[in-house]
């Protein structure tokens, strides 16, 4: 029997109490007569910091009534294992409950916590996806293959936290960590956490898909991956175009970018159909697809560019969020449009200087060949103005200087409208993915239009000077709909350990926050159009 921070007469009568309560310390031994390992549940419950100096622990409704069953044996060994924990802060006891023979309890921060306005997010659900997360791993390190989890007053939060927090990508690995299953605490709120798994595993597809290297996930096995997922649904439609279809379109530039690689190009068009009408104008979403982007002639350094297998995050996100509407039957038309291909320097690649044409007839300049998100773009954009379109959202991995200018923080929005901010805005607030609008200035177009060969350049005159603005500005040389949003994910792909509930690796972000968009457009009765 382990209670390392034991000290008193109180503290050993309750050790006696409490046969196999063990360790309270994260790693702790396990108690006697109980192997880890063993089958059974683990539960994660959380606690808030307290409001009061007295040290108590403030329970969540479900804390409160597991601490009771246990008649309060909970509170006290948590009060005798030292202050309050912070938030995402845990301790581990063995042996509490014969149904739980691990239960983490996680610092959850304060119980008021809701809309932070300066950090633009719900810190509360950031909190709950945090501390379930770190607590679910946790249970995951005692190899148990299952978690009970506290919803914590927010079950959709809680199973976000539970469903990203567990994920990792180890398709190719022998050794693998063991499976959890989280399962929700109680259940009262189980079609809140329902809707919590299907949000969370939408992000993990598009995780899944950009974390995977670019030899396994080439234009034609991406599409065929999404195919698969979206199979069982009878309102969903999926077109595998080749590269025959894409000549037909006369998408020059996105034709141009394709043609230096030995991987055939695709353009995967969705047509999820899930509006009372199926003639209801269309939400479409529009995602970058190249599987590697080696830069082209204008080759990138080769340090680090393996993480440029993730330059289908756009298509990877958009996707994803089509398969995770879907599976929430949102009453409304989104079609997705994704050009997939490498982008691979050869003796066909595009060369500094050549010029092409973009489906609607304008040429570019293509003065760097590592500028070549924009020209699938072109041409994807041109053909997103098919559909009589409720809006039009593109999401893309375009610049580096937008992670540059923001990092990891947020997601930058280049809109042309503000009924289409203010819906993305809001959705971002909730999911924690945030977004920040930048500037679609005719002062960025001077500098994408001022060009000596063609109608446009490809890259902004002042070259690097705001780089992610002259990319949006590009965009907007092939947008005639009144409302488009350009969202540059680049400096989001990735996470390295800055969202605490998302490990080490390519993100999926901003997945759930246009799955949310998706949602309260298809609540917006006033259809802005
Ligand atoms: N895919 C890259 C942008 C990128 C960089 C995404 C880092 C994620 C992380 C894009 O195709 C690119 O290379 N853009 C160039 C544009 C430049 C040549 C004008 C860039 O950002 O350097
Ligand atoms: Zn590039
Ligand atoms: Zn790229």
Redesign the pocket.
Known sequence: MLLPCVRSVAARRLARDVPRACSCSPQGPSPRGYSRGAAGKGLVLGVYSSEKNDGAAQFTSAGDAFDKLLAGKLRALLSLCGPPLKKGKTRVFHGLHQDFPSVVVVGLGKKNAGINDQENWNEGKENIRTAVAVGCRQIQDLEIPCVEVDPCGDAQAAAEGAVLGLHEYNELKQKKKPVVTPQLHGSAENAVWQKGVIYAEGQNLARYLMEAPANYITPIKFAEHIEQKLRSFSNVKVHIRPESWITTQEMGAFLSVAKGSAEPPIFLEIHYLGGANTNDSPLVFVG?G?TF?S?GI?L?PSSGMD??R??M?GAATVCSAIVTAAALKLPLNIIGLAPLCE?MPSGKANKPGDVVRAKNGKTIQVD?T????RLLLADALCYAHNFNARAIVNAA???????VALGSAATGVFTNSSWLWTHLYEASILTGDRVWRMPLFEHYTKQVTDCPLADVS???KY??AG?AC??AAFLKEFVTATHWAHLDI??V??NKDEVPYLRKGMAGRPTRTLVEFAARLSQDSHNAK
Request: no cysteine; aromatic share 0%; charged share 20%.
């Open positions: 970058k190249v982007d830069g204008s990138k993480a440029m993730a330059d995050g982008n760097n590592d500028a070549e998100g991995t375009l610049t580096g200087a937008m992670d490809n890259i902004g070259s690097r780089g002259t990319a680049a400096g792909m990735s």
